[in-house]
């Protein structure tokens, strides 16, 4: 493997670039050794996978009826981390899991004031919070989704326009939940760690009726968990997941699954960036050079809070007609709702003084920003899926289509406080000084709703053993309508003025609607060699409306949410080969790619906001999954990706033309080995190269993050045949690293230091 030579590379990255690929390398030619060793074990190897565990790192499909094939026959990038994978590492949360996929994080931490929330994911260069699904339908909100229910995670990488409708240039990511199924089976788990995590789960199925194919799927969770490194951040949560089955084992089956979440959270505002690496000092702040803050410091109150419900019901109805020809229809109920109160800062020059410039006990910071959101989402579905196997002369076809109707909603009621927050000392923050803030509902509630209608057809054409064509276009109609009010009157940039009306009065500030048609399509092309390797090659177009990702429309003429804009289009390329390098044990995947994104806003030479910006990430992606032997089970990858804005104004605080946020080179590893006394031990290395973050008009804050690589390990063992005890370390080295930052670079996310989880896994 060559280095990159982009010239936005930093000199650090380049003496990290290279272990990291002779690593990689290392893997593939281990994985290769194993095949050419154990060549003519290879039908031994298969059934001792099977029999030697339930489960495993490696996944043969994903849960969308939509792609017909097993990942080894379908054309483009996606990877699926399961339960096996994520329950081993002590993952919890989406966020956690995604840690196995390189290059995919929460790199960006909100604008000033406007913390992010919840699962705020980029990917390939974009924002792919908006394209998150749960079993192939949008789940909506700014919530942080946990794993309790979750039998894998789905990331398709590239345009998934075809596939669910409007969504990121990057892709989607789907969870899979747990369903009943007719093996009895009874699992628990509890957990404590350091910084006073705790948190208990259980996962019971049980068949009600063999005969007739009922069963029932309990999972609970309890959890009460401190955040490593953090003073005051916390996350508890308490959640019911039911799912009922019936006709099982006949040709017509039907599932209801029912859910319940509730969450009541400490919200983290992050740490100012003052003293740390890149960072400058404004006028009169020279002294905090050298001088960060302890990246423990809360700078909230008590009266912080995240509280999120979450609710779902599903109906899933299967029906054989035939070997052939299956229809199933899914029907979905979702509403989430959050309670949000963050007591932000902006740690500028104006906002951080002191009484003596030469004692930092007197430097105080200013917490202006209280940041309120009370948001509803609610979204109702309905999927009707036609999947159809049959012949054409010697053609085979696997034809799947479907409608889908969906209506989306969106509220977002306007909070008003009064009072202030007094000032924290920057280097040891009281969070017990509440001040007088008082707040309540204005009336000023901006309301949005997307109602779409779709139609879509796949088809996968098998022209004998080796060659094959797929291929998907979908057609959604959507209409948009948003509105939106103010309280007028104040003074500054968001300043609403009042007319005749008195000061405080609440007018509207926009009341638009937005409706098309989109077509989306792709085309893919599999050649297989030999059964266990596919060469494919893949076109995909994605597109994104006006107000897609978020239900909110603009009449700003510089914003994409105007509704006189054109969809954002993205068109990916990519060209890829899938090895089976130890049939239904371990595979290899390697791919190439190129996304061009249109429509995009820029500026011409006299500051008009024009729509013809494009920007493009290419780049390529390693991966290798499953079991090398029956006891040595291993999940790595490895991206390159050379973004840039190749039309338009630079979006970087450095100046680059590249895209913000996005690392340019990650590793991510995890290897066990299970001894034949049942001991397992294991562990894994993630890399990830540096972030530049977004251009606005910040002074002195750092343009951008160094790279960091982190170890992490496990130890487990059967003490019994039903319990089993398992040791998770994380950051072994306790290396000090940025994980996010905010667009202006004020704020921070420090990455968690070295932490340990004690688990208990018991079956009955």
């Not at 039309?647 to 690392?663: F, H, K, Q, R, V």
């Amino acid at each position: 493997m060559q280095k990159s030579s982009s010239p936005f590379i930093h000199s650090k990255k380049h003496r990290l670039q290279q272990p990291v690929a002779t690593a990689f390398s290392s893997l593939l030619l281990l994985s290769g050794t194993a095949v050419a060793q154990d060549a003519a074990n290879v039908v031994e190897l298969d059934a001792m996978q099977i029999e030697g565990k339930a489960a495993s790192y490696r996944a043969d499909t994903v849960s969308s009826p939509k792609f017909t094939q097993p990942l080894l026959d379908t054309p483009q990038t996606i990877q699926v981390i399961t339960n096996q994978l994520f329950t081993e590492q002590g993952a919890t949360t989406l966020t956690e899991a995604l840690r196995n996929s390189a290059g995919v994080g929460t790199f960006y931490a909100g604008e000033n004031g406007n913390t992010t929330t919840g699962d705020s994911i980029y990917m390939r260069g974009f924002d792919t919070s908006g394209s998150i699904f749960v079993d192939g339908v949008r789940d909506i909100g700014s919530i942080s989704r946990d794993l309790f229910n979750i039998e894998q995670v789905e990331v398709e990488k590239g345009p998934a326009g075809t596939d669910s409708g409007r969504s990121s240039p990057s892709g989607s990511i789907n969870l899979s939940t747990k369903q009943a199924n007719l093996r009895d089976s009874n699992l628990t788990s509890m957990t404590v760690g350091t910084d006073g995590q705790k948190r208990i789960t259980a996962d019971l199925n049980q068949t009600l009726n063999e005969l007739s194919g009922s069963a029932v799927r309990l999972n609970l969770l309890g959890q009460d968990s401190d955040v490593a490194g953090r003073d005051h951040v916390n996350n508890s949560r308490n959640g019911i997941a039911a799912s009922f089955g019936f006709g099982l084992n006949t040709d017509t089956r039907a599932y209801l699954n029912l859910m319940y979440v509730k969450q009541d959270n400490i919200p983290d505002g992050y740490v100012p960036a003052v003293g740390i690496d890149h960072w400058s000092p404004q006028a009169g702040l020279e002294n905090l050079v050298g001088n960060p803050v302890d990246s423990e410091n809360f700078y909230g109150t008590k009266q912080d809070h995240d509280d999120v419900t979450a609710k779902m019901a599903t109906f899933r109805f299967e029906h054989d007609f035939s070997e052939q020809v299956r229809l199933t229809n899914v029907v979905r109920w979702g509403e989430t709702k959050q309670d949000y109160l963050l007591t932000a800062f902006m740690s500028t020059g104006t906002n951080i003084t002191y009484t003596d410039v030469n004692d930092l006990s007197t430097y105080m910071l200013s917490r202006s920003l209280p940041t309120f959101k009370d948001i509803e989402n609610t979204i109702l579905t309905n999927q009707l899926n036609l999947r159809v196997d049959f012949n054409t002369g010697n053609v085979e076809h696997n034809l799947l289509t479907g409608v889908e109707l969906t209506k989306e909603e969106q509220t977002s009621y306007g909070v008003a406080g009064t009072g202030s927050r007094p000032d924290a000392n920057l280097f040891n923050p009281n969070w017990s000084d509440t001040g007088d803030l008082t707040y309540s509902r204005s009336g000023a509630d901006s309301e949005g709703e997307t109602n779409t209608y779709s139609v879509y057809v796949f088809d996968t054409l098998k022209f004998g053993e080796q060659f094959l064509v797929s291929g998907g276009v979908r057609a959604d109609h959507y209409n948009t309508e948003y509105s939106s009010d103010a309280v007028c009157g104040g003074t500054g940039r968001r300043a609403v003025p009042c007319g005749a009306l008195p000061t405080g009065s609440v007018v509207n500030t926009i009341d638009a609607d937005d409706s098309d048609t989109l077509i989306n399509w792709k085309l893919g092309a599999v050649y297989k060699p030999v059964p266990q390797t596919s060469l494919y090659v893949n076109y995909a177009l994605s597109q994104q409306p006006p107000g897609g990702l978020n239900f909110q429309l603009s009449n700003s003429a510089s914003s994409s949410s105007n509704p006189n804009m054109d969809p954002q289009e993205a068109n990916t390329y990519e060209l890829g080969v899938k090895w089976d390098a130890i049939p239904n044990a371990l595979t290899l995947n390697a791919a190439v790619f190129r996304t061009d994104v249109l429509n995009e806003i820029s500026e011409d030479d006299l500051g008009n906001p024009t729509q013809d910006g494009e920007k493009r990430v290419q780049g390529i992606e390693l991966s290798m999954v499953g079991a090398i032997t029956r006891d040595w089970s291993v999940s790595a990858g490895y991206t390159y990706l050379d973004t840039e804005v190749t039309e338009g104004d630079a979006i970087t605080a450095s100046g680059s033309n590249n895209l913000t946020y996005t690392p340019d080179h990650a590793f991510t590893s995890w290897t066990t080995y299970r001894f034949p006394s049942g001991l397992t031990v294991g562990g894994g290395a993630r890399y990830t190269a540096g972030l530049t973050r977004g251009r606005d008009g910040a002074q002195g804050t750092p343009d951008h993050t160094d790279s960091y690589t982190v170890f992490d390990a496990v130890v487990s063992y059967p003490v019994l045949d039903s319990v089993t005890l398992r040791l998770n370390a994380y950051n072994l080295a306790d290396e000090e690293y940025v994980a996010s930052i905010n667009k202006s670079g004020y704020r921070y996310t420090p990455g968690a230091p070295r932490t340990f989880l004690f688990s208990a896994d018991m079956s009955f």
